[in-house]
């Protein structure tokens, strides 16, 4: 029973894909006579025996190895398979997928800005997608001593890099510092490029990489929102006019539309009732046949005087 245990043949496959891997190495086990590779959309398969590279096969499909593999690998094209022998060789699958990846600077990136000595502290986030473009060299430098090699392994190298990179090209492109997102794109450009030529000395491609927002000190932030705030009102007399309406339409009391519209209210109030008094004590008063004038009002009870030479109320006189 033991003489033959070994003859059973091998499923060579990857067969828990993942997108979040880049590669996952079938290893450590002997292929046997009449074993067949299976490769999957979105995987290359890469033959690797005594830790050369010995044959790519990209076609996904299922394949006899003695028959349709063995014949095509550089220095195996002769291998025969024994009787409780088998061929120990390595398969590398490789994820072929371009993955997307969320990033964010970890610590606010100190960006020089006029008139501020440490530099103006700014938070940044987007997103970059990754490849593996030359299958030599990452086998060489990643694959060749791993058993696999994840994506999250890649955003911790671009994350490494973004600070320095963030300040040259913010430093170059960014024109506007309290208004990055202008440029994101020039400055996102500029970036994508220096990390590709880094990641390409490990066999990996940048080919997109994308600012999603700059975010700023809160303070900045909010003297930011006060300037656009008033550039859109104009003035406090538009302001006040806005703030009533918000607060007419909600039908709300409280918060800032609310008071400030209490007091446009309240001033306005007031105007019109200063306006009443200077009209009341300016109305022409009759003049009387003896050269004096009667008051519009009885000056003891406040009854209105309608002309009379005595208060129709108290009887006082008048003139």
């Known amino acids: 029973m033991g003489l033959f245990s070994g003859q059973f043949a091998n499923v060579v496959e990857w067969q828990e894909f993942r997108d979040d891997m880049l590669f996952w190495k079938w290893s450590n086990k002997e292929i046997k006579k009449g074993s067949r590779l299976i490769i999957r959309p979105g995987q290359d398969a890469v033959f690797l025996y005594n830790g050369k590279v010995e044959g790519l096969f990209r076609d996904d499909g299922s394949y006899d190895i003695e028959s ?32 997307l990846v969320k990033w964010g600077t970890k610590n606010p990136v100190l960006i020089p800005a006029p008139g501020l000595p440490g530099g103006m502290p700014i938070r940044s986030f987007g997103t ?16 060749g001593i791993r058993q696999q090699y994840m994506v999250e392994e890649v955003k911790e190298r671009i994350t490494s890099m973004l600070d320095q990179l963030l300040m040259k090209w913010i430093s170059r492109e960014g024109k506007d510092m309290f208004n990055l997102q202008v440029n994101a ?15 390409l000395k490990i066999g990996i491609s940048i080919t997109s990489f994308a600012i999603s927002s700059f975010n700023y000190p809160e303070e900045v932030q909010k003297m930011a929102e006060k300037a656009a705030a008033q550039s859109m009102i104009g003035d406090v007399g538009r302001f006040q006019q806005v703030a009533m309406g918000e607060s007419m339409a909600s039908g709300r009391g409280g918060g800032t539309a609310s008071d400030m519209a209490g007091i446009a209210m309240g001033l306005s109030m007031g105007q019109q009732m200063a306006a009443q008094m200077q009209q009341n004590q300016s109305a022409p008063s009759r003049q009387t046949a003896g050269g004096g004038t009667a008051p519009n009002f009885c000056p003891d009870c406040g009854t209105k005087t309608n002309g009379a030479n005595f208060c129709p109320n108290c009887g006082k006189k008048l003139v």
């Open 185 to 199: 794109d020039q400055i996102g450009r500029g970036i994508q490029e220096d990390l590709d030529m880094e990641m």
């Open 128 to 143: 970059f997608s990754c490849k593996v473009a030359d299958y030599d060299v990452f086998i060489e430098r990643i694959a």
């Open 68 to 99: 349709q593999i063995i014949p095509f690998l550089s220095t195996l094209k002769g291998f025969k398979f024994g009787f409780n022998s088998g061929l120990r060789a390595e398969v590398l699958f490789i994820n072929t997928k371009e993955v």
